[in-house]
Nanobody
């Protein structure tokens, strides 16, 4: 079994910062294919940031320059540092991991982020 658990969400004022964490039950090994997603009730889930098999990171345009994805291989933890938060960043944030076929198969339960303006 592969289990992912998000933490670090909460309520913050616009312009503030939060750091989300995603712990995974198994070693990352050489698998760097993971990502962060978010979803607001009534809206479609959207990608936020990802890390590929080469360790390269990518970001959605609406968070570029504000959010940073990182990974601690020794602790099997992935982070999402969120700075200069905006009210539109309010959502439930999920971490996910790809399977061997390149599909995001494993998902956490999410952590809520609420940004007040």
């Amino acid at each position: 079994q592969v289990q992912l658990v998000e933490s670090g969400g909460g309520s913050v004022q616009a312009g503030g910062s939060l750091r989300l964490s995603c712990t995974i039950s198994v070693s990352f090994g050489n698998d760097y294919c993971m990502g962060w997603f978010r979803q607001t009730p009534g809206k479609e889930r959207e990608g936020v940031a990802g890390i590929d098999s080469n360790g390269g990171t990518s970001y959605a345009d609406f968070v570029k320059g504000r959010f940073t994805l990182s990974r601690d291989n020794t602790k099997n933890v992935m982070y999402l540092q969120m700075n200069r938060l905006k009210s539109e960043d309010t959502a439930r944030y999920y971490c996910a991991k790809k399977d061997g076929l390149g599909t995001f198969r494993y998902w956490g339960q999410g952590t809520q982020v609420t940004v007040s303006s």
